[in-house]
Every structure is written in structure tokens, then in C-alpha cells.
């Protein structure tokens, strides 16, 4: 479940725990989670090396190793977190890391497994590999470039931003809000969507995200939880996912609750009354940079 809030609030957690700090030792205890390399790779580069900086690729966790060892990659995915305390079950630990600082172990735990843990020699081999699966990262994207990949598909508008080749770090969540937010309905056709509503789309991007990780992400189950075993804050105070039925926040009418192709097992939630269907009858024009 972590999207975007979720991970960069994970890196945050994790910044003064991490950074600058030796590794004493890190441990795979999951090999199952590997990608692209081994677990004698993972421990050989970690065991002794400091941390030079952590940061943050889309869903990704990097963790840059000093003295030219590399970065780690975790993605959480569905079920992954690191814990700085104790974790509640530890048959659900995957990696752990031992270190010479204030925390002197961190965590890394998946409950199904859905995670990567990748070890990539540097910065390019990275790229390269997050290039091949992500587009821009959802806080960097241009109003242009957004413009631009939108134009592209005539898929439906909210799968179209919840995939990672468009634009790295929304999921179902976040789309339901940013749409709101832009008043633009979930079903309509990307190639459909206008200048002028990419224009407050691509504010809404930012200012949803931007207030999900001040709230410290969203929590709907025991699948996400921060650093230190706390739930997110988020969905205490958003306006559509998981609230079918409620009244919309902006004219009174009941929010609808549906599914919609391409999002298999997962809910849309939208208000009918502000998220018209119907695309407005202005042509489009070239979008202008925010």
C-alpha cells in the first residue's frame, strides 16, 4: 500500500537513524526478496560501510553507501516498512540493519513479501533500472510533461496517473483525492482532459501529496505504519477514498463508492455532482509550464 507520502515519510524517519552512521552489520533474512543481486552482495557492501545519504525515487528507499559500495533499494510495495522500534512481528522481518548510532538496529519487515531489495554499484545503474519502470517522479513532473503524457493514452484519467511509466509515487489513494481536488471525473479518457484541467490537476498533485506527508501518510489496515510503529494521519481528514456514502465535503451530495477497469480489486470514490462526467466544450490548447 505505501505510495509516495508513505515512502517519503519512511525516508524522513529514517534520515537521522541512517545517515552517517557505520553499518555494523545488515542481515538478509529473506532471500526471497532479492532482485538482480545476492545476499553475499547485500552484506559484503553493507558490513562496514557508512551511510552517506538516504533518499527518496518514487516508491523507492535508496540508501547510499559511502566509499563507492553503492546503494541499497528497497521498495516497500504492498506490506513493507522499516521499524526503528521493536516490530510487532518479527517472523515478518526480511533485513535488518545493525548500526553505531542512537538506533542500534533497524528493520526492514514485509508481511506477503511483495518487496525488492536490490544492491545496484551506482548511481547510473540505478537510474537506468528506475528509469525502465518509472516516469517522472509525482513532486517533480512538469505541468508541460504531465500535459504531454496524458495526451498519449485514451485510458480512463485515474489509472493513467496510478501508473509508475507515467508518473512514479500515486496509488489508489492519493488519485482519488488529486481528482477530487481537480474536479475532473475518474472515468474520463486521459486524451480528454484539458489544458486548463491539467493545470489544476498538476496543483493538486502537489498539494495533496505535500499535506499527505505532513500528516505522516495514510492508514487504512496494518499494512502501513511509520518508523516507529504509528499510523498515518491522512485519511482522518481527506475528502473522498473510503468515505461511500458521506456527504462530499463541497456540495452536500453523497459520494459514490465503484470500481472502474484497470483497477482490479480496488475502489473509486468520487463525487458525481463535482466530478462531472461530461469533459467541458472548450478545444484544448498547449499546456504552459506551471
Known amino acids: 500500500m505505501p505510495e509516495l507520502p508513505e515512502v517519503e515519510t519512511m525516508v524522513r524517519g529514517l534520515r537521522p537513524a541512517l545517515e552517517g552512521m557505520l553499518i555494523?552489520?545488515?542481515?538478509?533474512?529473506?532471500?526471497?526478496?532479492?532482485?538482480?543481486?545476492?545476499?553475499?552482495?547485500?552484506?559484503?557492501?553493507?558490513?562496514?560501510?557508512?551511510?552517506?545519504?538516504?533518499?527518496?525515487?518514487?516508491?523507492?528507499?535508496?540508501?547510499?553507501?559511502?566509499?563507492?559500495?553503492?546503494?541499497?533499494?528497497?521498495?516497500?510495495?504492498?506490506?513493507?516498512?522499516?521499524?526503528?522500534?521493536?516490530?510487532?512481528?518479527?517472523?515478518?522481518?526480511?533485513?535488518?540493519?545493525?548500526?553505531?548510532?542512537?538506533?542500534?538496529?533497524?528493520?526492514?519487515?514485509?508481511?506477503?513479501?511483495l518487496g525488492k531489495i536490490a544492491w545496484y554499484p551506482d548511481e547510473k545503474a540505478a537510474s537506468v533500472a528506475f528509469g525502465k519502470s518509472h516516469g517522472p517522479d509525482a513532486l517533480e513532473i512538469t505541468q508541460e510533461d504531465l500535459f504531454a503524457r496524458l495526451s498519449k493514452t485514451t485510458r480512463a484519467i485515474k489509472p493513467t496517473l496510478m501508473d509508475q511509466k507515467v508518473l512514479?509515487?500515486?496509488?489508489?489513494?492519493?488519485?482519488?483525492?488529486?481528482?477530487?481536488?481537480?474536479?475532473?471525473?475518474?472515468?474520463?479518457?486521459?486524451?480528454?482532459?484539458?489544458?486548463?484541467?491539467?493545470?489544476?490537476?498538476?496543483?493538486?498533485?502537489?498539494?495533496?501529496?505535500?499535506?499527505?506527508?505532513?500528516?505522516?501518510?495514510?492508514?487504512?489496515?496494518?499494512?502501513?505504519?511509520?518508523?516507529?510503529?504509528?499510523?498515518?494521519?491522512f485519511l482522518a481528514t481527506n475528502a473522498m477514498y473510503g468515505r461511500g456514502g458521506q456527504p462530499c465535503p463541497e456540495c452536500g451530495k453523497a459520494v459514490e463508492k465503484t470500481r472502474i477497469a484497470g483497477l482490479v480489486g480496488r475502489p473509486t470514490h468520487f463525487c458525481a455532482n463535482c466530478q462531472p462526467l461530461t469533459p467541458p466544450k472548450p478545444s484544448r490548447k498547449k499546456s504552459q509550464k506551471a
Open 24 to 113: 555494523r552489520d545488515i542481515q538478509v533474512l529473506d532471500p526471497f526478496l532479492l532482485e538482480g543481486c545476492t545476499t553475499a552482495d547485500i552484506e559484503r557492501q553493507g558490513r562496514g560501510a557508512k551511510v552517506a545519504r538516504v533518499d527518496r525515487r518514487g516508491k523507492w528507499v535508496v540508501i547510499h553507501l559511502d566509499r563507492g559500495r553503492g546503494l541499497i533499494v528497497i521498495q516497500p510495495r504492498m506490506t513493507g516498512g522499516f521499524w526503528l522500534v521493536t516490530p510487532e512481528r518479527q517472523d515478518h522481518v526480511r533485513l535488518t540493519f545493525l548500526i553505531d548510532g542512537p538506533r542500534d538496529t533497524i528493520w526492514f519487515c514485509d508481511t506477503r513479501r
Open 168 to 233: 512514479a509515487g500515486i496509488g489508489n489513494i492519493y488519485a482519488d483525492e488529486v481528482l477530487f481536488r481537480s474536479r475532473i471525473h475518474p472515468t474520463r479518457p486521459a486524451t480528454t482532459i484539458t489544458a486548463e484541467e491539467v493545470a489544476r490537476l498538476h496543483a493538486a498533485i502537489g498539494s495533496i501529496l505535500r499535506e499527505a506527508i505532513l500528516a505522516e501518510g495514510s492508514s487504512f489496515d496494518a499494512g502501513y505504519r511509520t518508523v516507529l510503529g504509528l499510523e498515518g494521519g
